[in-house]
């Protein structure tokens, strides 16, 4: 199963660490969601998560619930970078 790491800023780390929405989206295409933030920067956090279907992953990313999750979440999108384990 690929683990992938995910980085992005975000409006409010509090309400991005607190949101529900995160699982209820990507629990169906993502296992072991773990949450980092960066010490220092308000602003940076990342993700990492084993996914089983990169297709799927995919499909929920340009979903529109995808989409909406991480309205909800504060994130910024034109600042989300996903690491693939190599």
Do not use: C, Q
């Not at 989206?25 to 220092?40: E, M, Q």
């Amino acid at each position: 199963m690929p683990k992938l790491i995910v980085t992005h800023e975000v409006d409010d780390v509090a309400h991005w660490l607190a949101s529900p929405k995160r699982e209820e989206v990507f629990a169906r295409v993502a296992k072991n969601i773990t949450t980092f933030v960066l010490p220092g920067d308000p602003k940076r956090v990342a993700l990492s998560m084993e996914v089983a279907d990169m297709d799927a992953f995919d499909t929920v990313m340009k979903s529109e619930a995808g989409a909406s999750a991480m309205k909800y979440d504060g994130v910024r999108p034109e600042t989300l970078i996903v690491y693939l384990k190599g």
